[in-house]
Protein backbone atom coordinates (compact mmCIF):
# COMPACT_ATOMS: atom_id res chain seq x y z
CA UNK A 1 0.00 0.00 0.00
CA UNK A 2 2.94 2.11 0.77
CA UNK A 3 5.02 1.59 -2.27
CA UNK A 4 1.96 2.14 -4.69
CA UNK A 5 1.08 5.71 -2.54
CA UNK A 6 5.01 6.73 -2.59
CA UNK A 7 4.94 5.40 -6.76
CA UNK A 8 1.75 8.05 -7.26
CA UNK A 9 3.58 10.99 -5.68
CA UNK A 10 6.60 10.16 -7.94
CA UNK A 11 4.79 9.89 -10.93
CA UNK A 12 2.81 13.00 -10.29
CA UNK A 13 5.82 14.80 -9.48
CA UNK A 14 7.37 14.15 -12.78
CA UNK A 15 3.76 15.15 -14.40
CA UNK A 16 3.40 18.81 -12.81
CA UNK A 17 6.64 20.87 -13.93
CA UNK A 18 7.12 22.99 -10.48
CA UNK A 19 7.22 19.41 -8.91
CA UNK A 20 9.67 18.58 -11.36
CA UNK A 21 11.81 21.08 -10.58
CA UNK A 22 11.52 20.94 -7.46
CA UNK A 23 13.00 17.41 -7.53
CA UNK A 24 15.66 18.27 -10.07
CA UNK A 25 17.16 20.67 -7.26
CA UNK A 26 16.87 18.15 -4.41
CA UNK A 27 18.64 16.07 -6.52
CA UNK A 28 21.45 17.92 -7.52
CA UNK A 29 21.71 19.71 -3.91
CA UNK A 30 21.53 16.46 -2.22
CA UNK A 31 24.27 15.42 -4.80
CA UNK A 32 27.03 18.17 -4.21
CA UNK A 33 26.27 17.71 -0.75
CA UNK A 34 26.97 14.28 -0.56
CA UNK A 35 30.01 14.55 -2.87
CA UNK A 36 31.40 17.31 -0.37
CA UNK A 37 31.16 15.09 2.63
CA UNK A 38 32.35 11.73 0.80
CA UNK A 39 33.89 12.28 -2.57
CA UNK A 40 34.38 8.78 -2.98
CA UNK A 41 31.00 7.71 -3.12
CA UNK A 42 29.75 10.20 -6.13
CA UNK A 43 33.53 9.84 -7.96
CA UNK A 44 33.31 6.33 -8.20
CA UNK A 45 30.29 6.03 -10.50
CA UNK A 46 30.63 8.30 -13.22
CA UNK A 47 28.97 6.72 -16.04
CA UNK A 48 26.07 4.77 -16.46
CA UNK A 49 22.76 5.23 -14.13
CA UNK A 50 24.74 6.30 -11.65
CA UNK A 51 26.61 8.89 -13.32
CA UNK A 52 23.32 11.04 -13.11
CA UNK A 53 24.26 11.84 -9.56
CA UNK A 54 27.75 12.94 -10.58
CA UNK A 55 26.94 15.10 -13.26
CA UNK A 56 23.71 16.47 -10.51
CA UNK A 57 27.03 17.20 -8.03
CA UNK A 58 29.24 18.81 -10.93
CA UNK A 59 26.30 20.77 -11.71
CA UNK A 60 25.39 21.60 -8.04
CA UNK A 61 29.44 22.32 -7.48
CA UNK A 62 30.03 25.01 -10.82
CA UNK A 63 26.65 26.52 -10.72
CA UNK A 64 26.34 27.12 -7.43
CA UNK A 65 25.03 30.42 -6.92
CA UNK A 66 22.65 29.91 -9.88
CA UNK A 67 21.30 26.64 -8.23
CA UNK A 68 21.40 28.71 -5.06
CA UNK A 69 18.88 31.72 -6.60
CA UNK A 70 16.80 28.51 -7.56
CA UNK A 71 16.65 27.12 -4.57
CA UNK A 72 15.30 30.53 -2.94
CA UNK A 73 12.86 31.39 -5.83
CA UNK A 74 11.54 27.39 -5.93
CA UNK A 75 11.21 28.45 -1.73
CA UNK A 76 9.32 31.40 -2.36
CA UNK A 77 6.73 29.57 -4.60
CA UNK A 78 6.01 27.04 -2.24
CA UNK A 79 5.58 29.37 0.23
CA UNK A 80 3.05 31.43 -1.47
CA UNK A 81 0.93 28.79 -2.63
Same mark, same amino acid.
Given at each position: ? *? ?17 ? &???? &? &? ?16 ? *? ?37
Amino acid at each position: M *RLCRRLTVLQSALFNFQSL &LLVI &L &LLICTCTYVRAVAPRLID *RNKEGFLGLFWMSARIGERLSPYVALACVAMAITVLVQ
